[in-house]
């Protein structure tokens, strides 16, 4: 019976549990889109929401029913002929806020900020933020050795979703790296691996080759499709 | 023609009602003597922000509702307690911020004068300072957040009111509230957040508890002296007690 009242008591508390918005609090949110170029560019929406991007599941499965992909929205703006735009938010309670850039040319781009760098102006500048073209890149890894041992590779690539890093309030930059780990020669036919990412970036692939030895392979992604053939 | 100004015209036509039943108001009829003791009004009211502030450039008024009582000191000054809440939308994200509707609540206390000008014809007037929030919410698609923006009221409140019967009148009110709001904003929109001014047209029922005229006293009295003491009963001694207490009260007070 307790057992049931506890039960109970959880999912209670889970589905009462209602992460607000700050009381008695506006600020004001700008940032410069431009393309790999550096040209500015137009009409693209960007949307700031409350939490990380990587909760999104989460969110989604418990907290409400809003989409996939945002939590509370807290304010939204269309980019000018500058690429500037400027717009009037709210202020999440926690100390974790995203925002995303949506435009029709460009995959959606979300990037991770932390509130705490903002929460004594109210004034959310944004460094300047580049969108760039998705890209599917093929990595094909054949065996010409004839080893039947089994390896660990890393790829390092540019990730669609990014994190500003601060340093005591200072940005010290915005990181978009992702990586993807995975095995290779597992059977005896070539091991292919598809990796999401966008363009013009660099993929870095490492692994061990038969005698041990740490290789590393980088390759410059600039289409909408690569394919590369990696042979050990 | 819009909903304000439509109860705008409704109150001028009572106004000039009044100078025509005036006319034929009985002045000496003995309830005149009558004074309140406490009033308790029930109203709903349609607000409307105004002003070159966040919530006259960004929010549009709805319907409301509220309750207030008062009490009264001496002839017509009362003082009283107010609680009201009205239901806005959001006509610009862009001014207010991400947030589809807001629930303006009011808690105050005020004080002001209740003036009798013909015998079934009121005006009063009050100031009154209180609380005020803004509960705001977002729909489901933004999420379905909520928070508050809260801050000081200051109100002043006005009201023509027609008598029914003595204890049972209606009334129209136009009100007035400023809300000094402590929203801390980002340098650039300060001056946008730091007040509120709505404007509201109430219309309502009242409920009246009077003092018992002077000439219904004495007639109420006379009436249980004419019982000859032996047969009166014990409600009878007891309310002739409390009759004559009243009487000497409200004699008192007149001069």
């Known amino acids: ?232 | 023609m819009s909903f304000n100004s439509r109860l705008f015209i409704v109150v001028i036509i009572l106004s000039f009602s009044n100078i025509v039943v005036a006319q034929t108001d009985t002045i000496n009829d003995p309830e005149n003597n009558r004074l309140r003791r406490n009033v308790t009004e029930l109203f709903i009211q349609r607000g409307s922000p105004t002003g070159d502030n966040y919530a006259g450039n960004g929010l549009s008024g709805g319907l409301g509702f509220g309750i207030r009582t008062q009490a009264y000191l001496y002839k017509g000054l009362y003082i009283g307690a107010g609680l009201s809440n009205d239901f806005m939308k959001v006509n610009d994200m862009n001014v207010v911020g991400n947030y589809d509707r807001a629930t303006k609540f009011n808690a105050y206390l005020f004080a002001g004068y209740d003036y009798r000008f013909t015998d079934l014809w009121h005006i009063t007037g009050d100031i009154g300072i209180g609380y005020s929030q803004n509960k705001n919410r977002q729909t489901t698609a933004q999420g379905g957040a909520k928070f508050r923006d809260s801050g000081t009221l200051f109100r002043f409140t006005t009201s023509i009111e027609y008598e029914f019967t003595p204890a049972i009148s209606v009334f129209a009110s136009p009100s007035f509230e400023m809300v000094d709001y402590k929203i801390a904003t980002a340098p650039a929109l300060s001056n946008t957040f730091s007040n509120g001014n709505y404007f509201n047209v109430a219309i309502g029922i009242r409920i009246s508890d009077n003092i018992a005229s002077i000439d219904r006293l004495k007639r109420d009295i006379d009436r249980i002296e004419a019982i000859p003491e032996d047969q009166r009963g014990g409600v009878q001694r007891i309310r002739l007690k409390i009759y004559k207490k009243r009487l000497a009260r409200r004699l008192a007070r007149r001069n």
């Open chain 1, 1 to 232: 019976m307790m057992k049931y009242l506890i039960y109970s008591c959880i999912v209670i508390f889970l589905f009462s549990c209602e992460a607000r918005i700050d009381n008695n609090k506006r600020a004001l949110f700008s940032t410069t889109v431009v393309d790999a170029n550096g040209t500015p560019l137009e009409n693209v929406e960007v949307v700031v929401y409350s939490g990380f991007y990587y909760y999104n599941l989460q969110s989604y499965s418990f907290a409400k029913f809003s989409d996939i992909d945002e939590d509370f929205i807290l304010g939204s703006g269309i980019t000018d002929s500058n690429g500037d735009v400027s717009f009037l938010m709210l202020v999440n309670t926690d100390e974790q806020t995203s925002f995303s850039l949506t435009s029709e040319d460009y995959p959606r781009r979300n990037v991770s900020i932390s509130d705490v760098n903002y929460a004594s102006t109210l004034e959310y500048t944004l460094p300047t933020q580049t969108l760039k073209q998705s890209s599917l890149v093929n990595l094909n890894f054949s065996n010409i050795s004839g080893t039947t041992d089994v390896y660990n590779a890393i790829t390092t690539f540019e990730s669609k979703n990014c994190s500003q890093f601060t340093d005591e309030g200072i940005i010290t930059g915005v990181s978009c790296e992702d990586q993807e780990f995975f095995l290779i020669n597992q059977s005896t036919s070539d091991t292919i691996v598809e990796i999401e990412t966008v363009y013009p970036s660099i993929m870095t692939v490492e692994y061990e080759d038969v005698t041990g030895a740490l290789i590393t392979e980088q390759f410059m992604i600039t289409n909408a499709t690569e394919s590369y053939v990696i042979q050990f």
